[in-house]
Structure formats: C-alpha cells, structure tokens
C-alpha cells in the first residue's frame, strides 16, 4: 500500500511501498459484539450495590445467561479502561447499578466515559485486543487544557484564568463544569446582585447588533453632552430637567429625547453586560475584573465579550449580537447547564461512535435508503437522539436536576468524576453502521473566483459567493451511497507571500479531481515555508501583566492552534501505471483538516485546504477511523529549527514531531469538485502579483464579507500565516 511521506509544504513524488501486514485476529474480543442487531434486545438485568460509602464494593453476583448480542465496535469499546466498571443508568428516578465494563456492553449498553481523563478517539494510544500501544504526545496536554490546568503552550494557568476551548475542540470537563456552577452561589451570584446587574435590560433591546468602533469620542461622553443638551432645552421649555420622560414625544424635544434615549439604552446594554463579564472574571486584567470605562464598548469589553462567547460556544467576533446578548441575560443556572449538556454531547458521540449530526438530513430530506429488510428509512439525527436518550437516563434535563445529578456523578466517580463510566441504553444504530465500512468523501468547492481582488487602483473589489464549499461524508450500504454528513468548509484564494525580498499576493489553489485519504494525523504539525514573513513567525502574548512577543509555536504545533488544528488527513494523488497499478503519490499539501479560525470556515477562505471547526474534525476522524482498519503508526518523528530575525531579534522555531499518524489499511475516496467559476478568469493566476494595497486578500484577514474588531486578535486563531491551510 503507498502512503505519502510526511507534511511537506512543496508537492513530492514517493514511490510506491507496501503498508504493514494487516492485523492477524481482528479484535477477537468480540464474543458478544454483532454489527447488525436487532433493534429490540432484552437486556440482562445488572446487579445492584449500594451507593455512597458502599459503592466501592465487589458487585453483587448475578444470574448466569448468556448475554444477547450488542452493537459494540471493537476499537471503541471500553473494556480495557482502568476503572473496570460502569455505573448503570435505566432513568429517572432509579438508582445507578455497578456492572463490570464487559458485561454492561453485553447486555446492549454504550459505556460513556465521563471521567476527567477522557479524551476523543484521535488521542488514542492502544486499540483494544492489539499490542499496538504508542504514545501521544498530545494526549496529556488535551486532559490538562480540558482540566483547566494549562494554557496552549502548556504554562500554568494564572489564578482567575480559564480555558474556554469548545469552539477549538477541546470541551471542558464535567469537573470543571460543576466546579464553576458551585461557584454561582458563593461567588457570581452574590457579585451580580451587588453590581445591580439586571437581565430585563438585556432582554428589552431591539437596536440589533452593536458593533466595536475604535472611536475618538466614545458613547458615555456622547450620551453626557446629548443630556446636557436636553436638560438645558428642557428648562428653557418650563420642564423639569430631572425626569427626562417629559420631553418624550414633545413637538420640540421628541426628537433630542429618542437620540437620547436610543443611546442611553445602547449605552445600558453594554454597562449590564460589563457587570456580567466583570462578576464572571472575563476580562484580561485585574485578574478577570478588567479596567475599562462603564458603559463604553471599549477595547478590554470586546476582548472580554469574546472571550464569554468561547465560554459559550457562539461564534462571534466579540461584537454585541443577538445571540450575545441572549446568552448574557440568561441566567447562570440555565447558562451552566447548556454547558454541561454539550459536555455530555461530545462523550456520548464519542463512546457511541455515531456521526449523523442532521445535516445531511436537513440537505436531502426526501433521501431514503433501504434496510436489511428493504424498507425505506430517512436520514436521521442520530448525535440528537443518542444525546436526548443519554439525558432522559442520567436525569439531566432541567438545571435542577442536572445540579443534584453532578453531585451524584461526582460521587460515583471517586468524589471527583475522576474515573467515572456510565452505561445507557441509546437507540439502535442503521444497519450501515459496521466494524469496517466503506466512506467516499466528496467536497464541493462552491463558487470560484479567480480574477485578481484589486482593481488598478488598488480598491478591494466585490467577489460574492451564493454557493459556500461544502464537504459531504459517504457511506456505502448494499449499493446505496449514504450521505451521513454535510457540513461547510473552505477553499483556497489569494494570499500574502513573501517573493523577491517582499510581500506579493499568489492564488493559493484547492486541487481539483479524484484523491485519497490515506492517513490521519493527531495533533499534526505545520512547518512554516520560507516565503512565510517573518512577522507572521511571531505572536504576542499577555502573560505576567504584561504583552511578550514569543515564537508562533501554537501556530506550527502541537497545538489546538495549529495551522492544521487538531487533526488532518492528506490529500493524495494517485500516479498509476498504464496497466493500472500504482506508480507514486502525489502530495500538494492540500489537508482536509481542523482550524480554530471558525470565522474564516463561516466565510472567507483557506490558503488551499478544506478547513472544517475543530470540534468537528474531531467527530469525523475519530468516527472514520472507530470504523475503519488502520495501523497505528504513533508519533512521526521530525528534527527541524530554523533562526529567524524580527524587529532586530532573534527568535528560533524547534519542532520535534510531525504528529501521531494513522495509516489506513484501505484509502478513502475523495473527489473535489471543480464548483462554479464566477468572475472573467477559468484558471488561477500563475505566480506573484505586488501587493496594490494594504487591504488584506480575501484569505487574509475578515475583509469584505465579515466585520472586523480587535478581538478577533485575541482569539488564539489561524490569523493570517501562510501555511497550507
């Protein structure tokens, strides 16, 4: 089998070479595993303990039978996991039962690993029943980020410092869940009630979105010279100055009153929100309190905004929204148990080895596929009825309850969810779903354009897209090509580079035609070309009170940052003999892979790759390979330093690994589609074009179809390097 070598940012030719031997008995473990059950087994009954200080006892013997078949993959089951045992859940109101891992998964259960250990399949280091073992890396700092104990580049977390990692593929655990939700009583509540913060205020705005001006004259004094104004017309028209409320609908003063009022009520939005972001530590400074003008949407608020949105998951740039301001007038109690509800999401879709998140289902309603019987079926939103059936079992539907279940959980878990496994029962999985299935993966490019974004004059030139690139996952079932996801992504466009001793712009292409997968990568590592400008080598970052400029280390990898973010599979091109045998791989550095540049997957475009969020990249390549032959192949080892110098010092990269590979043992089909060509041009530009403008190219920077503000800098994010992807 022909593999590709390695994550080269120039294409290569590698010749063909076989892959290891395939595993000799695969996953004998599976005495009780089928991958086509019947949709309705019994289960056998799982023996009672007590719980509390008697949980730790040896379970209580049960009748001997033989268990029914489960719908257990091999790869993620949970057997061999240190705890040994699941807690039983069968619903509300009925007590958790101890059952040994082997037998819960027997009897039909999923084993859910709600443990503060867990991590996705990607940052595995064994498949269960082989002696493949082979550590990750990247493993112990994902527990850590997700634990609240480092930062990206692996420094302890200040005091008042939090991870908010969703958005990046990294969820929190329940742990710190629950810690945060405890501190709503003893520390935000009593905070929010003393700075008067009130919701209602929230809640009443109707002027839409407010976005961050970097403005010479801000709102707060705006709104002081608007009232003296007022009050002054007020005394010369016999009115009481003190209430305001009389100059509403005056034939003379109506209008200075809605100016008025319209900004003391912006102006109240962002003093409410303020309150909020300063009681829940949002803020950079003063160890999360910040110091900032109340009322004022200023620099330190739209960084603190950001980062409450991270915290809750809404993709943003850390201007005032709908969905903002919704989640900030919401209460903490509801607040933290969405949160916790997407926790419990990931582990579910992770122990279930599930991928149909509805999208498909939304892109194809009328879609139906027939079962083993030959019955018509829809496609389903299987990560939403998995999830709802976990929730209904552990009794978290409500903040109330779920509150008393995370003491409970805890407890079960060793007094701190430290190694706590619960089994549930979760729908019947389609008949599709198999040990080794067959995937083909097509990605629509959307709309193309090729022409030049700058008119002679060097003024950005509008390039509307109606159609987004688009990257839809295949399943193949008896013939029926199954679509089991379809989500956006991104294509390549003009990008800065560095030509000739300055920045010029090229067109950084997404290939066009048939490719294969043939490797996943962990916690892969992009090394920077030496076109990249050495100001985009470099960060800053605020640590100790103050802004350091360090090496973009996050940037290269391993990290949740990285230019190929938490995972990535290569885009490889078959070379084949006339007699149809292969010849060579082709590599242009094209990956489909994850990104924390969220905004950029939304709307604007890749240096050439198919970006996909993190958390979803996350999804589909451990589902792909939970379902999937693969040689574990472990970390790639990689020697490379380069000295740099910017602003007159001297900076050095130093990368030790490419990341953790996965081979598989059968490629998986990808075609990329050419899309449709917009604009005068039917190819790409071939080499530099000087830059007309500082105005960023479309893969640069949030220019033309998104706002911009300064938390954009504050995000850790793709920003605007020059990688592959």
Same mark, same amino acid.
């Not at 109240?268 to 160890?287: G, N, P, T, Y």
């Not at 956006?488 to 035609?513: A, P």
């Not at 602003?647 to 589609?673: C, H, M, N, S, W």
């Given at each position: 089998?022909?593999?590709?070598?390695?994550?080269?940012?120039?294409?290569?030719?590698?010749?063909?070479?076989?892959?290891?031997?395939?595993?000799?008995?695969?996953?004998?473990?599976?005495?009780?595993?089928?991958s086509t059950p019947p949709a309705d087994l019994p289960s056998a009954p *799982?023996?009672?303990?007590?719980?509390?200080?008697?949980? &730790? @006892?040896? +379970?209580?013997?049960? %009748?001997? /039978? #033989?268990?029914? =078949?489960?719908?257990?993959?091999?790869?993620?089951?949970?057997?061999?996991?240190? *705890?040994?045992?699941?807690?039983?859940?069968?619903?509300? &109101? @009925?007590? +958790?039962?101890?059952? %040994?891992? /082997? #037998?819960?998964? =027997?009897?039909?259960?999923?084993?859910?690993?709600?443990?503060?250990?867990?991590?996705?399949?990607?940052f595995s280091e064994k498949t269960v029943a082989l002696e493949d073992f082979q550590t990750n890396d990247y493993r112990k700092r994902y527990v850590d980020l997700a634990n609240n104990r480092v930062d990206a580049d692996g420094e302890p977390l200040d005091k008042h410092e939090r991870n908010f990692l969703e958005l990046y593929g990294i969820p929190p655990t329940l742990q710190v869940v629950a810690s945060e939700w405890r501190a709503v009583d003893g520390e935000i509540g009593p905070c929010l009630q003393a700075a008067g913060f009130d919701p209602e205020v929230l809640r009443a705005w109707t002027g839409g979105g407010i976005a961050y001006e970097n403005k010479k004259m801000g709102d707060v004094r705006r709104l002081a010279r608007l009232r003296a104004s007022l009050e002054k017309d007020m005394k010369k028209a016999k009115l009481d100055p003190s209430d305001l409320e009389q100059a509403k609908g005056h034939p003379k003063l109506g209008r200075a009153y809605d100016n008025w009022r319209a900004l003391q009520n912006k102006v109240?939005?962002?003093?409410?929100?303020?309150?909020?972001?300063?009681?829940?530590?949002?803020?950079?400074?003063?160890?999360g309190e910040g110091t900032y003008t109340k009322g004022e949407f200023d620099s330190a608020t739209t960084h603190a905004l950001a980062q409450f949105e991270k915290k809750h998951a809404i993709m943003g740039w850390g201007h005032f929204t709908r969905d903002n301001i919704e989640a900030l007038a919401r209460t903490q109690d509801e607040s933290a148990h969405r949160r916790m509800l997407r926790v419990v999401e990931e582990r579910v879709v992770s122990a279930a080895a599930i991928l149909e998140d509805g999208s498909a289902a939304r892109w194809k309603p009328k879609f139906r596929w027939k079962d083993r019987h030959g019955e018509e079926q829809p496609l389903r939103d299987l990560v939403r009825e998995s999830v709802d059936a976990t929730i209904t079992a552990l009794d978290l539907g409500t903040p109330e309850s779920a509150r008393r279940q995370l003491d409970k959980l805890s407890e079960l878990g060793g007094g701190n969810f430290e190694d706590l496994l619960v089994a549930v029962k979760l729908p019947p999985r389609p008949d599709y779903y198999l040990e080794d299935m067959t995937f083909e993966v097509v990605i629509d490019r959307g709309d193309v354009w090729y022409d030049f974004p700058f008119d002679s004059a060097g003024k950005r030139l509008s390039q509307p897209r109606e159609r987004y690139p688009h990257i839809?996952?295949?399943?193949?079932?008896?013939?029926?090509?199954?679509?089991?996801?379809?989500?956006?992504?991104?294509?390549?466009?003009?990008?800065?580079?560095?030509?000739?001793?300055?920045?010029?712009?090229?067109?950084?292409?997404?290939?066009?035609?048939?490719r294969v997968w043939k490797e996943i990568v962990a916690a892969p590592v992009w090394i920077p070309p030496a076109t990249t400008p050495p100001r985009e080598l470099v960060r800053r970052k605020w640590k100790d009170g103050r802004v350091r400029t360090v090496v973009n280390n996050a940037e290269f990898g391993p990290s949740y940052t990285s230019a190929y973010g938490l995972v990535a599979a290569y885009h490889i091109k078959e070379i084949k003999n006339p007699d149809g045998t292969l010849k060579a791989d082709f590599d242009n550095s094209i990956r489909t892979h994850g990104s924390v540049d969220y905004m950029s997957i939304l709307r604007r475009y890749s240096h050439g790759c198919h970006r996909l969020y993190n958390m979803s990249a996350v999804r589909l390549f451990s589902f792909i390979l939970g379902h999937r032959q693969f040689v574990r192949d472990g970390?790639?080892?990689?020697?490379?330093?380069?000295?740099?110098?910017?602003?007159?010092?001297?900076?050095?990269?130093?990368?030790?690994?490419?990341?953790?590979?996965?081979?598989?043992?059968?490629?998986?089909?990808?075609?990329?589609?050419?899309?449709?060509?917009?604009?005068?041009?039917?190819?790409?530009?071939?080499?530099?074009?000087?830059?007309?403008?500082?105005?960023?190219?479309?893969?640069?920077?949030?220019?033309?179809?998104?706002?911009?503000?300064?938390?954009?800098?504050?995000?850790?994010?793709?920003?605007?390097?020059?990688?592959?992807?």
């Open positions: 089998m022909p593999v590709s070598l390695g994550l080269g940012a120039s294409p290569r030719l590698v010749r063909a070479r076989p892959l290891a031997a395939r595993w000799s008995a695969f996953f004998a473990l599976c005495l009780a595993c089928s *799982a023996p009672e303990v007590p719980t509390g200080a008697a949980a &730790g @006892a040896a +379970p209580l013997p049960s %009748e001997p /039978a #033989a268990p029914p =078949a489960a719908l257990v993959f091999p790869k993620t089951s949970q057997r061999e996991q240190p *705890a040994g045992h699941a807690w039983v859940f069968e619903g509300p &109101g @009925a007590e +958790p039962k101890r059952q %040994e891992i /082997a #037998a819960a998964e =027997a009897a039909g259960y999923t084993v859910i690993d709600l443990g503060n250990g867990w991590v996705p399949y990607i109240d939005v962002i003093d409410h929100a303020q309150r909020r972001l300063r009681c829940e530590k949002m803020f950079q400074s003063a160890e839809t996952v295949y399943t193949v079932y008896e013939g029926q090509k199954i679509p089991l996801l379809h989500w956006r992504t991104t294509i390549g466009s003009w990008r800065s580079e560095m030509y000739n001793g300055s920045e010029h712009y090229k067109y950084k292409d997404s290939d066009v035609g048939p970390q790639i080892k990689l020697g490379f330093s380069r000295e740099f110098v910017h602003e007159d010092q001297t900076f050095k990269i130093a990368l030790k690994t490419r990341g953790y590979r996965y081979k598989l043992v059968q490629p998986i089909a990808v075609d990329v589609t050419e899309g449709r060509i917009k604009g005068t041009r039917q190819k790409p530009i071939e080499g530099y074009i000087p830059k007309p403008s500082d105005t960023p190219a479309p893969a640069d920077g949030p220019v033309a179809e998104t706002p911009t503000g300064p938390a954009e800098s504050a995000a850790p994010a793709e920003s605007n390097v020059l990688s592959p992807g």
